[in-house]
């Protein structure tokens, strides 16, 4: 479970920093240690709260480092375009020739929201020969970019 959050957390973010010159895997290990926080600060009580605190913090910034790393600009280009073209159920399949890394993303929802187009989708990443799956709903903003929720 914590490795998909943080999954999910390094592929929307490059919908958000695209234009930022904040280079990707240090982008990843921040947002992948607070993410591991978070999600650690759920366990135990006390001291050992805060051991998990801690310890959720360190390996999350590890592994959200790790895919952070991975992403590069052919990936968050084919997950726009394919929030942008693709219709509901049809699956943008791909493998980035630079890491290796595999995706096979589909949009499982359309619908409206306040007067901006949204989709909810599904993303299989294959890396290091892993599968992890990730869900999430995506929103096109005022300037036309594609802005997880």
């Known amino acids: 479970m914590k490795s998909r959050l943080i999954l ?3 592929f929307s973010l490059p919908l958000f920093v695209a234009g930022c010159s904040v280079d990707k895997q240090t982008v990843g290990t921040g ?3 607070a993410v591991g926080g978070v999600l650690a600060s759920n366990v135990g009580g006390g001291s050992g709260k805060t051991a998990a605190i801690i310890g959720g913090t360190l390996l999350g910034a590890i592994i959200g480092g790790k895919i952070g790393a991975d992403m590069d600009e052919l990936d968050r280009r084919r997950a726009a375009s394919t929030l942008e073209t693709y219709p509901t159920g049809r699956t943008n399949t791909w493998q980035n020739p630079d890491t290796g890394n595999a995706y096979d993303f589909t949009p499982t929802r ?3 929201s306040g007067g901006q187009p949204c989709r909810e989708y599904e993303m299989d990443v294959y ?3 892993r599968k ?3 869900t999430g709903t ?12």
Not at 138 to 149: D, H, I, K, L, T
């Open 8 to 10: 999910m957390v390094a």
């Open 31 to 33: 947002v992948g240690g």
């Open 110 to 112: 359309t619908y409206n």
């Open 127 to 129: 890396m290091d020969g």
């Open 132 to 134: 992890e799956v990730v």
């Open 138 to 149: 995506a929103c096109r903003n005022a300037s036309g970019e594609w802005v997880n929720q």
